[in-house]
């Protein structure tokens, strides 16, 4: 049996440590039945929050220590500011460490894909869940305020995710800390850690004073006898801070003797004097190694202050001995290490400023030259780098990009301050404004970005540079805004004298996003025009792109024939120039989703998975990101709702992770509110509607249009036709627009119809009905558009035979819900015209339609329909539901994986799906079983013989 791992922090103070902890009874308490919970299989998050010498570090070691009692294993770490600017940093320091490793850095190292944060985190995961399915795990993280960006992404996902291990989190912060920066991580990244904490339950603990038996009894350790009433009346002056206390006995001690005799006179040394004091009793050389060694951060090596003070690493054993028996510092794994920063920010106090800085600065070339990459010296490096210092310009631009993939706040800082050593004129300034504007587009910080490419580009860089710039700028905006990526373009191309390649690609990356925002007209002249360019200049790439325009053009004239063709074409050329999937071109998808428009959901799902299969074998995450999306939109056309559900949400998890903009967001809500609307989830409702209200405020058209959608669907539901009309005008007819949920769904004119005909607007109705009429007449091999012209055809003449020739047309389109929407119309307009035989026949099929799709509120619809007309059918739940305790077959597969011992990684890669997407699924079953645990869920299901049937 492995054993727990030791894990150990920084004593506080003497050798307390082996002594009770003190004025802590109720929060041990509780960690105490947290760990027992941990101990039957139930994992959960505990923050201990206490102002700088609460005892944060002390409570977080006794944590420790209980669980090593309890054979419970323990990672450690600390976040630290010196290591602000490492990914993964303090996660890496509790994971990596100790005999038995949670993680294997020759695995870490294999990652070396663009996006290796979304896919290290993808590794902690896997490698956490098997860990926790050995025996529980403790993972202690202290000043979690501290630590990188990356490490807090972990922090604020991690827990949610593995929420059904055997892992208890146990995260020590500064008060406040989660509302604003502590100088050394992103706000946003604390305030989302807040928000996501809040939403797992996690404990919150608050280290407060040590009342005044906690206080007594603290002396009596540190002192070795009892304090008299004026000796714990001058100790008040600490005001409960365990940390300050024990520096104010220890002088009273010092001063006194053992006896500690109160004073009759005077007040106790203070803090600072305290420590002064003991600076002081040092020898002058130990005196210079600590004050140095303060001015470099809480950690440093001994190879380090060596060097600075000139000296061998020999000459500075008696030294630091003597610094570790003064207990000023602490000899650890990585080197000498402050007590506590307190202590270490009061030796830096007694040295200038002016000092302190010079100090910094030659520390950064020491740990240059003794082999650190850039990334790790790069915050020491940016605070004291001089401007014109064109070598640091270039190590802050190594930093950066190593920085980049796991952690781009990190790095958007970094190249902004090479930016600004570098200069207005400077000979690398054109190449690292590039660099920092799209570093600051990853981070989501478009503003930013938009502001320094304004002032980059005003006329400072020559024409070839501004637009290779001014390029870059497009590819990103295009995730945020398709509307400013076409302006890049167009400004990039007003620039004289460009290469002609440089023209070619500026030309199709503007009709690719001209074909997302703006009237096909205008879009097809472009399109054109850039596959002449292209084709000129022999730039397949540019070409590819060109076509992908092309076939969305062709898409949304209607003709799905073209659109096909095109794609083909495009698919070719992007394969010949050996393109990347993880670029959002769509030829790496467009085919799915146009076999998705053509009703050929049962195909386009066989490639999602293919797609999603080898995204995840390469390593390419906005690819995956990329095919999940597709799949959730395909799966809600076939009615597949949970999965779409499970898809979308999958979705939203690694747009958070990879930071992939509004595209994602606007595809995974528009998903999540088509599938609340159908099953009847009142609170997805009301989000459905706060969203599309949210979208419309968006002056992205396209984020509009879809907004505009969602809105009126939702009033809809609330029997607002009216409003649901209005909403709606100008976004459906007259040709189809481009939306997010791409492609369009020729559909959306069958419920256009259906609203404006309640909405009693006839003349809008048939409006549509002439558009899906034309677009059948160009598509005559498309059943799919023949049958949802006769749909709406029928709604508009109010014509029973109609909507049963809609029906027969839609049967093998593999879009169930459109096959039952139109049975159940045609079984409505029969009972009105008094045919009830074959009104009951078709909406019984309606009703099996929607049932066997979890669409619950549009079966309920229809029972009432049938109970109407003098039948009666069952209710799922009176028939005893779909599978054991009302799972999705999807859900129940994953399931039985889990119970299996299988993690999310190897379910997914067992079933095709991503990670994220098990995840989801896991995370409803939890809810349907009630079960908080996989502990429980394996019993649940070795329990229950139907679950491996």
């Known amino acids: 049996?492995?054993?727990?791992?030791?894990?150990?922090?920084?004593?506080?103070?003497?050798?307390?440590?082996?002594?009770?902890?003190?004025?802590?009874?109720?929060?041990?308490?509780?960690?105490?039945?947290?760990?027992?919970?941990?101990?039957?299989?139930?994992?959960?998050?505990?923050?201990?929050?206490?102002?700088?010498?609460?005892?944060?570090?002390?409570?977080?070691?006794?944590?420790?220590?209980?669980?090593?009692?309890?054979?419970?294993?323990?990672?450690?770490?600390?976040?630290?500011?010196?290591?602000?600017?490492?990914?993964?940093?303090?996660?890496?320091?509790?994971?990596?460490?100790?005999?038995?490793?949670v993680l294997?850095?020759?695995?870490?190292?294999?990652?070396?894909?663009?996006d290796q944060r979304f896919w290290v985190l993808q590794e902690i995961q896997e490698r956490l869940e098997k860990r926790a399915a050995e025996r529980p795990l403790v993972v202690l993280i202290d000043d979690a305020h501290r630590c990188d960006a990356a490490s807090l992404l972990a922090?604020?996902?991690?827990?949610?995710?593995?929420?059904?291990?055997?892992?208890?989190?146990?995260?020590?912060?500064?008060?406040?800390?989660?509302?604003?920066?502590?100088?050394?991580?992103?706000?946003?990244?604390?305030?989302?850690?807040?928000?996501?904490?809040?939403?797992?339950?996690?404990?919150r603990l608050e280290l407060g004073a040590l009342p005044d038996d906690a206080v007594a009894a603290l002396a009596r350790d540190v002192l070795g006898a009892d304090a008299d009433a004026n000796l714990l009346c001058s100790a008040r002056r600490a005001q409960g801070n365990p940390l300050l206390l024990v520096e104010l006995l220890r002088g009273l001690r010092d001063e006194r003797g053992p006896s500690a005799r109160p004073l009759r006179e005077g007040l106790p040394l203070r803090f600072g004097s305290s420590i002064r004091h003991r600076?002081?009793?040092?020898?002058?050389?130990?005196?210079?190694?600590?004050?140095?060694?303060?001015?470099?951060?809480?950690?440093?090596?001994?190879?380090?202050?060596?060097?600075?003070?000139?000296?061998?690493?020999?000459?500075?054993?008696?030294?630091?001995?003597?610094?570790?028996?003064?207990?000023?510092?602490?000899?650890?794994?990585?080197?000498?290490?402050?007590?506590?920063?307190?202590?270490?920010?009061?030796?830096?106090?007694?040295?200038?400023?002016?000092?302190?800085?010079?100090?910094?600065?030659?520390?950064?070339?020491?740990r240059?030259?003794?082999?650190?990459?850039?990334?790790?010296?790069?915050?020491?490096?940016?605070?004291?780098?001089?401007?014109?210092?064109?070598?640091?310009?270039?190590?802050?631009?190594?930093?950066?990009?190593?920085?980049?993939?796991?952690?781009?706040?990190?790095?958007?800082?970094?190249?902004?301050?090479?930016?600004?050593?570098?200069?207005?004129?400077?000979?690398?300034?054109?190449?690292?404004?590039?660099?920092?504007?799209?570093?600051?587009?990853?981070?989501?910080?478009?503003?930013?970005?938009?502001?320094?490419?304004?002032?980059?580009?005003?006329?400072?860089?020559?024409?070839?540079?501004?637009?290779?710039?001014?390029?870059?700028?497009?590819?990103?905006?295009?995730?945020?805004?398709?509307?400013?990526?076409?302006?890049?373009c167009r400004t990039a191309l007003d620039l004289p004298g460009l290469s002609t390649r440089m023209r070619a690609a500026l030309l199709s990356v503007q009709a690719l996003n001209l074909s997302l925002?703006?009237?096909?007209?205008?879009?097809?002249?472009?399109?054109?025009?850039?596959?002449?360019?292209?084709?000129?200049?022999?730039?397949?790439?540019?070409?590819?792109?060109?076509?992908?325009?092309s076939s969305v053009v062709a898409l949304y004239r209607g003709d799905l024939a073209e659109a096909f063709r095109l794609q083909h074409r495009a698919v070719g050329l992007a394969a010949s120039a050996d393109v990347p999937d993880a670029r959002w071109i769509p030829e790496s998808c467009w085919h799915t989703l146009l076999l998705g428009a053509a009703g050929r959901t049962g195909e386009g799902l066989r490639e999602a998975e293919a797609g999603i299969a080898r995204a995840q074998k390469t390593g390419q995450a906005p690819a995956l990101c990329l095919w999940t999306m597709t799949r959730a939109r395909l799966l809600l056309d076939a009615g597949r709702l949970a999965d779409a559900k499970a898809e979308a949400e999958a979705g939203l998890a690694m747009s958070g992770d990879l930071?992939?903009?509004?595209?994602?967001?606007?595809?995974?809500?528009?998903?999540?509110?088509?599938?609340?609307?159908?099953?009847?989830?009142?609170?997805?409702?009301?989000?459905?509607?706060?969203?599309?209200?949210?979208?419309?405020?968006?002056?992205?058209?396209?984020?509009?249009?879809?907004?505009?959608?969602?809105?009126?669907?939702?009033?809809?539901?609330?029997?607002?036709?009216?409003?649901?009309?209005?909403?709606?005008?100008?976004?459906?007819?007259?040709?189809?627009?481009?939306?997010?949920?791409?492609?369009?769904?020729?559909?959306?004119?069958?419920?256009?119809?259906?609203?404006?005909?309640?909405?009693?607007?006839?003349?809008?109705?048939?409006?549509a009905v002439a558009e899906l009429d034309r677009l059948a007449a160009r598509n005559p091999d498309v059943r799919l558009v023949r049958g949802l012209a006769r749909h709406a055809r029928a709604l508009l003449q109010v014509d029973g035979d109609l909507a049963e020739e809609a029906v027969a047309l839609l049967a093998d389109a593999e879009r169930r819900p459109l096959h039952a929407s139109a049975a159940e119309d045609a079984g409505r307009l029969l009972a009105l015209g008094g045919d009830t035989d074959r009104a009951v026949a078709l909406l019984d099929a309606a009703l099996d339609r929607h049932t066997t799709s979890g669409a619950a509120r549009e079966a309920a619809r229809v029972r009432r329909r049938l109970r109407g007309l003098g039948v009666r059918r069952p209710s799922p739940a009176e028939r005893g539901g779909e599978g054991p305790l009302g799972l999705t077959p999807a859900e129940l597969d994953v399931v039985r994986l889990v119970a299996e011992g299988a993690t999310n990684r190897e379910a997914a890669a067992h079933l095709y799906l991503s990670p994220h997407t098990v995840s989801s699924h896991l995370r409803h079953a939890f809810q349907k079983l009630a079960v908080v645990s996989r502990v429980e869920l394996t019993r649940l299901v070795l329990d229950r013989p139907d679950f491996l049937a």
């Open 659 to 767: 930071g992939s903009g509004v595209f994602t967001e606007v595809t995974a809500r528009y998903v999540l509110g088509r599938v609340a609307l159908a099953v009847g989830d009142k609170e997805g409702i009301r989000r459905c509607a706060a969203d599309g209200t949210r979208f419309l405020a968006d002056p992205l058209p396209a984020a509009h249009r879809t907004g505009a959608w969602m809105a009126a669907l939702a009033a809809d539901a609330e029997d607002d036709s009216v409003r649901a009309l209005d909403l709606l005008s100008g976004s459906v007819v007259g040709g189809l627009e481009p939306c997010f949920a791409t492609p369009p769904d020729l559909a959306d004119l069958v419920v256009f119809t259906r609203i404006a005909m309640r909405a009693g607007a006839p003349e809008r109705a048939a409006q």
């Open 517 to 549: 925002c703006a009237e096909i007209g205008e879009t097809d002249r472009a399109a054109r025009l850039a596959e002449a360019e292209a084709l000129a200049c022999g730039d397949r790439v540019a070409e590819a792109t060109a076509l992908a325009a």
């Open 104 to 114: 294997d850095e020759a695995v870490l190292r294999g990652l070396t894909s663009e």
């Open 368 to 488: 240059l030259d003794q082999g650190q990459p850039p990334a790790r010296v790069a915050a020491e490096l940016a605070a004291t780098a001089l401007p014109g210092d064109h070598r640091a310009v270039e190590l802050l631009r190594g930093a950066a990009a190593d920085l980049a993939p796991h952690d781009p706040a990190a790095a958007a800082a970094v190249s902004r301050r090479a930016l600004e050593l570098s200069g207005p004129a400077g000979p690398q300034t054109a190449d690292v404004v590039g660099e920092t504007v799209m570093l600051l587009w990853r981070d989501g910080q478009a503003d930013e970005a938009r502001a320094l490419a304004d002032r980059a580009l005003s006329g400072r860089l020559e024409p070839e540079a501004e637009a290779r710039v001014r390029l870059g700028v497009a590819r990103l905006s295009g995730r945020h805004s398709f509307a400013d990526a076409v302006r890049e």
């Open 155 to 203: 922090l604020r996902t991690l827990p949610q995710r593995l929420a059904g291990q055997a892992i208890l989190w146990v995260l020590a912060l500064r008060p406040g800390s989660l509302a604003r920066a502590e100088g050394c991580a992103p706000t946003a990244s604390l305030g989302l850690l807040a928000e996501r904490l809040r939403e797992t339950g996690a404990v």
């Open 279 to 366: 600076l002081d009793e040092l020898a002058p050389s130990t005196r210079d190694a600590v004050r140095i060694a303060a001015a470099l951060g809480r950690t440093v090596t001994v190879g380090e202050l060596a060097a600075l003070l000139d000296v061998s690493a020999l000459e500075l054993t008696a030294a630091t001995r003597e610094a570790v028996a003064a207990d000023l510092l602490v000899d650890g794994h990585d080197g000498l290490v402050f007590r506590h920063d307190l202590i270490r920010q009061a030796v830096a106090a007694t040295l200038p400023a002016a000092l302190r800085r010079s100090l910094r600065r030659r520390a950064v070339d020491v």
């Open 1 to 101: 049996m492995n054993r727990a791992v030791a894990c150990v922090f920084p004593p506080q103070a003497d050798d307390l440590s082996s002594r009770p902890l003190r004025g802590r009874a109720a929060e041990l308490a509780l960690i105490d039945a947290r760990l027992a919970a941990l101990a039957a299989g139930s994992g959960g998050v505990v923050v201990v929050e206490g102002a700088p010498g609460a005892g944060k570090t002390r409570l977080l070691a006794e944590i420790s220590r209980r669980a090593g009692a309890a054979g419970i294993d323990r990672r450690c770490a600390t976040g630290v500011p010196d290591s602000r600017m490492t990914p993964f940093g303090a996660l890496f320091e509790a994971l990596l460490s100790g005999p038995d490793p």
